[in-house]
Every structure is written in C-alpha cells, then in structure tokens.
C-alpha cells in the first residue's frame, strides 16, 4: 500500500526565510502529485500538482515543488516566505490506476514577521 | 459561484448510533469524495462517488456507505458508530472525468465528536 512522509510536523520561519518542506512516498509505479495548503480558517485549496512533464512544478503564491523519481520526493520550495503562507501544508499522492489517495500527515509552517 | 458546503458543521453522537452528513458541490462538479481526517493527521480517502455510483473505496470498513443524489449532492453514512470515528469529514468535489487525478475542492467540514 502507498504511504506520504511529511518530515517535518512544524517549522518556524521568519519573513524572507527559504522554504523547503520535505515530501516521500513509498509506491513503485506511476503516480501523481500534489500540494494543498489549508491556511487558518479556510478549506484545504490545491497549491500545485504532477502528473507528467516537467518534473519541476511551479503553483500559486510562489511556490514550486520538484518531483524526483529515484528519491520517490516531491518537496515543497519557496524562496522567500511571507507571513501570509503561515499554513498547515500537505503533500498527497494518488496512484496511477490506483483507488486511493493517500495525504501525508501535514506540516505546519508559522512564518514570523 | 458556492464553493463545497457541508452541513452539519458539529455533530455528537453516543457509541452504537448511526450519523448522516451530508454535502453539496461546487457548481459544474459532477463528483464528490469523502475524507476522514483524525486530529492532527491527513486526510484518509474513504470513497468517491460519480453518477451516483461508488467509483473508488479507500480501506474503510462497511459501516462507512455513501449516496450520490441526482443533483450530484451526496450523503455519507456511518452505522453503529464506534470513539475511534470522531474526527472532522470533508467533502471534496471535482469534475468527474479523471476521478483521483482531479484537483478537488474541500468544503469546510463536519466534525463529529462520538462519546
């Protein structure tokens, strides 16, 4: 069965800090990819996705995530965090032809101004 | 254009009994899943449902069923209720044609506390 591995429970950061949070999945074939962030009082929105192509994935806000095959890794990046992209992020993957999608457990990201 | 709505917003229930929440999609979305999500954990996919059938299941035991209604509404049902099911169910939609692989839309909500 497929699993998501959010390495980090809660990061601090303050404003114009690099971001990267970390993302394994344990599945061998095809999958696709994705980011949902759920910022304080809103729903869970998607931030980005992978299904082919370009392995590095840019979403909204800034953000990108590159998908790495041989690590089984799509880590979260943005390089320079505002207070605003204070959220709890999560990393999910679905698997090709596969009736499940599975979310990692989140991280929460405070960005201090 | 409404976004996912979920009623109800909180819900208690005692052991052994049996709760229905219900949800409404995104205008123009034709498929709804339902996710379980434990405090301080992700969401577990528990099903999908499109044209009114369930397409996919997550690993969810039969106490958990759904219904998909014409107007692409759909109900989730839990029976004979155990503690280990409180937690906050969300309801997603998307438009149906690449099931899973579909960005979803999450609606707020409805967290069920079980005493």
């Known amino acids: 069965a497929q699993s998501v591995s959010q390495h980090n429970h809660h990061v601090i950061l303050s404003e114009a800090a690099s971001l990267e949070l970390g993302c394994n999945y344990s599945?061998?074939?095809?999958?696709?990819l994705f980011w949902y962030v759920q910022y304080p009082g809103q729903h869970l929105q998607l931030l980005l996705k992978?299904?082919?192509?370009?392995?590095l994935v840019k979403g909204i806000k800034g953000f990108e995530a590159e998908f790495i095959k041989s690590k089984f890794s799509f880590n979260l990046r943005k390089p320079s965090v505002q207070w605003s992209d204070t959220a709890e992020y999560f990393c999910?993957?679905?698997?090709?032809?596969?009736?499940?999608?599975?979310f990692g457990a989140g991280t929460r990201l405070t960005v201090k101004p | 254009d409404a976004g996912v709505t979920q009623s109800p917003t909180h819900l208690i229930k005692t052991r052994g009994q049996q709760v229905t929440l219900r949800c409404s999609p995104k205008?123009?979305?034709?498929?709804v899943s339902w996710y379980q999500q434990a405090l301080g954990q992700g969401p577990q996919f528990i099903f999908q449902?499109?044209?009114?059938?369930?397409?996919q299941r997550g690993n969810f035991p039969d106490r958990f069923s759904g219904h998909q209604f014409p107007n692409y509404s759909s109900e989730l049902n839990v029976n004979a209720l155990l503690l280990g099911d409180s937690a906050l169910y969300l309801c997603?939609?998307?438009?149906?044609?690449?099931?899973?692989?579909?960005?979803?839309?999450f609606g707020p909500g409805t967290r069920l506390l079980v005493l």
């Open positions: 999910a993957v679905n698997a090709y032809n596969n009736n499940d999608m599975r």
């Open positions: 599945y061998g074939g095809t999958v696709n």
């Open positions: 997603a939609s998307s438009p149906g044609l690449a099931g899973l692989q579909e960005t979803q839309y």
């Open positions: 992978y299904f082919s192509g370009d392995p």
């Open positions: 205008s123009g979305h034709d498929t």
């Open positions: 449902y499109y044209e009114e059938e369930e397409r």
